[in-house]
Structure formats: C-alpha cells, structure tokens
C-alpha cells in the first residue's frame, strides 16, 4: 500500500478562437471537483466489476493505467489533452474539429487555458482518492 499522486486534465469540448488567430476561451468537460469524484468513481466500480468477471486474467489492473487512462475522460498531461482525437467544437476561422489539428501557436494558447486536478490515492484502496485543483 502506497500513496500517490497524478495530475489529471479534462478533455476539451470546446474552443473559441477569434479573428486574429488568439483563444477567446477553452471549456473542458470537468470543472467540479465532485463531478470529477463521482466519474472517477464510476469508472472504479467498472474496472472492478471487470476485474471480477476475470477480464484482467494477466495483470492486476492498476487506478491510472485501467481507471484514468482507459475509462475517464481525463489525460495525465496537457500534451496528452491536445493529442485527443475525439470531436471537438473549434469555432472560428479554422477547418479543424480536433485540438491537435491548429497551428502550434494556437495549441500552445490551448494548453495555457487547460485547467487541471491533483488526484491522491492509494495504489490498494482506490475508493479512499481526494482531488484538489491544480493552481493555474
């Protein structure tokens, strides 16, 4: 049993670029702290309800590589959200439906708007987890 701690960002869903190319504003998925707590809760009862079927038969599933990365809508990085390559609503003067398609200046604008969490929890009681948000 240990203690941990992640930085964990959400996905975006919206960008606002104005005329000249800057970024009026990023909405993320997650801005709640116990919205974030209730989904990552949710996704602990999934990848234990898994483990239970016997679905991780080769490995003992781990909280970042099972319940973060795989079933919530967060990433690890600010690089990792602008590498999502899900939908995304870019209003503006731009062709582009996902981050990661903008000029590199406008990504680095972006990633200076994600807002993140600090997520401490304990590498055998996944349920005993608090979250904090990261200063911007």
Same mark, same amino acid.
């Given at each position: 049993?240990?203690?941990?701690?992640?930085?964990?960002?959400?996905?975006?869903?919206?960008?606002?670029?104005?005329?000249?190319?800057?970024?009026?504003?990023?909405?993320?998925?997650?801005?709640?702290?116990?919205?974030?707590?209730?989904?990552?809760?949710?996704?602990?009862? @999934?990848?234990?309800?898994?483990?239970?079927?016997?679905?991780?038969?080769?490995?003992?599933?781990?909280?970042?590589?099972?319940?973060?990365?795989?079933?919530?809508?967060?990433?690890?990085?600010?690089?990792?959200?602008?590498?999502?390559?899900?939908?995304?609503?870019?209003?503006?003067?731009?062709?582009?439906?996902?981050?990661?398609?903008?000029?590199?200046?406008?990504?680095?604008?972006?990633?200076?708007?994600?807002?993140?969490?600090?997520? @401490?929890?304990? @590498?055998?009681?996944?349920?005993?987890?608090?979250?904090?948000?990261?200063?911007?």
């Amino acid at each position: 049993m240990s203690i941990e701690k992640i930085k964990a960002f959400p996905e975006v869903s919206t960008v606002i670029i104005n005329d000249d190319g800057s970024v009026e504003s990023v909405t993320q998925e997650y801005y709640d702290i116990d919205k974030v707590k209730t989904h990552i809760q949710g996704c602990i009862k @999934t990848v234990r309800k898994y483990e239970k079927m016997g679905y991780y038969n080769l490995a003992k599933p781990e909280f970042v590589n099972e319940v973060i990365t795989t079933f919530t809508n967060l990433e690890l990085s600010k690089k990792e959200v602008i590498r999502v390559n899900n939908f995304m609503d870019i209003q503006g003067a731009t062709e582009c439906n996902r981050v990661w398609q903008l000029p590199d200046e406008t990504k680095v604008q972006v990633s200076q708007k994600l807002h993140g969490f600090q997520i @401490t929890y304990d @590498t055998e009681d996944w349920e005993s987890f608090s979250i904090e948000p990261l200063e911007q």
